[in-house]
């Protein structure tokens, strides 16, 4: 919670830096703030001591005239906010690709990360972390995958045809599928550097398609290689029957 005992004309000016702070109006809040402590307790327990919040020392400026109402209200609209943020999904990878075969695993997996933005909510400081939490990849075939907290992972191209992982994929019918992944984030938010607050609820987001090309492998038995045969069975440009 914030303290807002700590101003200028309050009972409890011996806190370290309450007559310290001033909160001057800025371009984004035409009024002056008030100064505040950080507190925190446990969330379980009724009635509970309250302590300052450690990572921030001394008092922060929050500006509204009632403070712990401008809390509420960010509270209150700090999914809407979350869920409109240019989070990035990260993208989707394949192994091969762009072409791969019937009947043998293709290997996908996403690269993306953590992310943070800085904006302005209700003319106070709002800090939002989005990090990924689950990932659900659509193979283009009606089949998917998840949703599931396994990112996957990049494997060495002589495992390609002989390595299945966990999100590994198995295509059994040749053509052009479009696949993509969906990201989930969870999120938190802190205002004026307070402590970080849980965001009640979860932004998803889908990659664009990759179009994954499934082709078939046939072999035979020739006698001439195609340097000795440009014709021969197998070689580019030869006729087939």
Not at 127 to 141: E, K, R, S
Request: hydrophobic share 30%; glycine share 8%; with cysteine.
């Amino acid at each position: 919670m914030a303290d807002v005992h700590c101003r200028a004309d309050g009972p409890d000016t011996k806190d370290p830096g309450c007559d310290a702070l001033e909160c001057p109006a800025t371009a984004s809040n035409s009024e002056t703030g008030t100064p505040v402590i950080w507190k925190e307790a446990p969330k379980a327990i009724t009635n509970p001591g309250w302590t300052d919040w450690i990572p921030v020392s001394g008092p922060t400026c929050l500006y509204d005239a009632q403070p712990e109402n401008v809390l509420a209200n960010i509270a209150a609209r700090i999914l809407t906010d979350f869920q409109q943020l240019p989070v990035n999904p990260g993208t989707l990878e394949a192994q091969p690709f762009p072409h791969t075969l019937k009947g043998g695993p293709t290997n996908f997996y996403t690269t993306t990360a953590e992310q943070g933005f800085d904006i302005t909510i209700l003319g106070q400081a709002v800090h939002i972390t989005a990090t990924p939490a689950n990932y659900t990849y659509t193979f283009g075939d009606g089949t998917a995958l998840g949703p599931t907290p396994v990112a996957g992972y990049s494997i060495p191209e002589t495992d390609w045809l002989n390595n299945e992982t966990r999100t590994s994929h198995t295509y059994t019918e040749t053509g052009n599928y479009q696949a993509t992944l969906t990201t989930s984030f969870t999120g938190t938010y802190s205002v004026n550097n307070g402590p970080p607050l849980p965001i009640n609820g979860t932004l998803h987001i889908t990659t664009p398609a990759k179009t994954i090309h499934v082709w078939k492998t046939e072999r035979a038995l020739v006698a001439d290689t195609c340097q000795e045969n440009p014709n021969s069975w197998g070689c580019p440009g030869a006729k087939t029957d």
